[in-house]
């Protein structure tokens, strides 16, 4: 899931007062004050946030509940609730209570409630003011340099990310969260060595939680030692059987041995396990994908119906989008313009008959946009792809949403590649998602036009050995491009 093998790495390496009504905590005054009229909440959100922070969500979520059950006005239990997921009605009702409660607790509480809203919106600008902010008044909170480290993870410098990871470890050296950052920064920056240590030391701190062994479980995978990372998925799953998320990482394991069939069971057990909806829907997609990479591309769609439908029944407009848009995006990669305008089409009927908000449904247009100018491109619409990029780019433009720009610089890329324009190609697959096997194979194609083979081919065996599942590396595979 992270992987980017030629970045150059920068730099590297409580007591509690509770006081009474309303009650707020702080510790030395040197971390986020968490308020709360209630200890009995208090207690419930503590033991939530620890589960949290090590990916126990399903568990998480269950205490945060509580939490707000015990108190209906605590603001940092709605924030993590909606972090929890379990669906996106259930994050957008959660963050809607926690930005509801702004003007009753600290400053500090306040600067991350907008942050993560920012993170959600994936508006880097607000990130960055919020997350600076939070610095300024906590510089000595291991919690405050973690969010740090996701707003840098998010623009893609896991440089910055590590040194704030670092310094939460600094702060509190058995804070074991910290670790599990900085192993899939080192997954990312190439120093897969330095991510086993990490993960090792992860492991060591909370031996009996599932996180560390699925995080180590990845490392494996991207090593191809799918046979042991299989064994570490099934111990992550062993010590928490909520944790079902395990179940899809053995089934990524099975795909990349070329074993379906078991793969398939796996994401199948992990529908039928996982309590939330979220992970249900996430395990259909994995069967779809596992028949991607198999080549079978009717299964593939016939399985995102299903996924399309299950997200109806449970009235979870995203997930119906991205299931059309999926199969949008496979039937135009694979000559299938018709059918793939038709998928594409239904996304902005559905969009235009929402009564999603507002701001919400112009980021599911803008998409939906990108994805026309794609189309347009693909099925050798030149003039209207033109038009429509040019349009586009004015739309994004003017807003702050870093991975729209990416998309729409990928689209721009493939048209210049069509037009015959490889400099300006290449210019633009640059400016996309670096760490997308989707864009190293048209920087493979590109470079195969130019007549740099070296190049090509260096693309061509990052995608080979990235290990990483995903639709898009599903879609590459699929073409043979690994021959």
């Known amino acids: ?37 209630s200890e009995e909440a208090l207690s419930f959100f503590m033991e939530g946030r620890y589960r949290f922070e090590n990916i126990q969500y399903a568990n998480a979520a269950a205490l945060f509940d509580e939490a707000i059950l015990t108190d209906p006005g605590f603001a940092m239990a709605y924030l993590y609730r909606a972090r929890c997921g379990g669906g996106y009605n259930i994050v957008k009702e ?23 809203k920012a993170l959600q919106d994936e508006d880097h600008i607000a990130q960055k003011e919020n997350i600076m902010k939070l ?24 440089e910055t990310a590590l040194m704030h990871y670092f310094k939460a470890t600094k702060i509190d050296p058995k804070y074991a969260a910290a670790y599990n950052k900085i192993g899939y920064d080192f997954i990312d920056l190439g120093f897969l060595s330095a991510a086993e240590e990490a993960f090792k030391k992860y492991i060591a701190l909370i031996p009996d939680s599932p996180n560390p062994y699925d995080s180590y479980a990845e490392l494996l995978m991207k090593l191809g030692q799918h ?5 570490q998925y099934q111990t992550a799953y062993q010590k928490d059987v909520l944790y079902t998320q395990a179940l899809a990482g053995v089934g990524h394991n099975y795909v990349f041995l070329g074993e379906y069939e078991k793969a398939r069971d796996n994401y ?10 979220n992970e249900k829907i996430e395990a259909l997609r994995w069967v779809a994908v596992s028949y991607l990479h198999e080549g079978k591309i009717d299964e593939a769609i016939s399985t995102l119906e299903i996924k399309a439908k299950f997200a109806e029944n449970e009235n979870l407009l995203p997930d119906i989008i ?16 018709d059918k793939a305008k038709e998928k594409y089409d239904l996304v902005s009927k559905i969009i235009n008959d929402s009564e999603l908000d507002e701001h919400i449904a112009m980021d599911y247009k803008v998409d939906a946009h990108i994805n026309h100018c794609l189309w347009l491109t693909k099925s050798n619409n030149m003039s209207d792809a033109e038009t429509e990029i040019s349009k586009c780019d004015k739309v994004v433009e003017g807003r702050n949403n870093l991975a729209e720009r990416q998309k729409l610089n990928m689209a721009r890329g493939i048209f210049a590649l069509n037009e015959g324009r490889t400099q300006d190609a290449i210019d633009y697959f640059n400016e996309a998602d670096s760490e997308s096997p989707y864009v190293w194979y048209y920087l493979a194609e590109t470079y195969d036009k130019l007549g740099y083979s070296d190049r090509a081919s260096a693309y061509r065996d990052r995608i080979k050995y990235w290990n990483g599942n995903s639709l898009e590396y599903a879609i590459v595979r699929n073409k043979n491009l690994l021959n």
């Open 1 to 37: 899931m992270f992987y980017k093998k030629f970045a150059r790495i920068a730099a590297v390496f409580t007591i509690l007062v509770i006081l009474q009504f309303p009650a707020v905590v702080y510790s030395q005054q040197t971390e986020i004050p968490i308020t709360t009229y």
């Open 94 to 116: 959660n963050m809607g209570k926690a930005e509801a409660l702004i003007n009753n607790v600290s400053d500090g509480e306040k600067y991350l409630i907008l942050f993560q």
């Open 135 to 158: 610095l300024e008044l906590f510089p000595n909170d291991k919690r405050a340099h973690f969010n740090a480290g996701l707003y840098y993870d998010f623009i893609f410098e896991p």
């Open 227 to 231: 046979e042991e990372s299989i064994r």
């Open 268 to 277: 199948h057990k992990q529908h039928d396990k996982a309590t939330r909806m």
């Open 322 to 337: 991205q299931s059309y848009n999926m199969m949008g995006m496979i039937l135009m990669e694979f000559g299938q313009y």
